[in-house]
């Protein structure tokens, strides 16, 4: 198997993902506390950290693909929907839970109108984001096959 960038970059995604879905579910209550034993102040912690690797890994993600386009003449690969690609999805998703981290991060003491919406956006986008990677796992399941 040869080791690309792409794949590198794929797999770091998953871990600092994985970790902050865990850490972001202990931090929305009682429901899910239970996943780091209520350890809130860590699981703050992991949250805030592994968000700003995200944040960096996504910019490292648009910049290649950026790189990639202007030298090889490809077309964006965010503007391919279908089968062939959900470019599109990821880069929505990364933005909207960038930029309602960064409300909820910096912007406690503005309007609870705008922290709710925040809050309740990012946790939501949470959920549908855990539904559609169970679901991309599923579509990929086909490359486990070891016959």
Known sequence: MKLTGQFILHWLWVVVFGL????GFVLTGAKFGWLMNYALPIADFIHR??????VILTLVAVIIEIHRCLTHGHRMPYLIIGNTGYQLFVLVMALIFILTGIFIWTCNEYSKAVMIFAYSTHEILAYITVAVVIWHIYEKSHALNLD
């Open 20 to 23: 902050m879905v865990i850490s």
């Open 49 to 54: 950290t592994f968000s700003l690797v995200f």
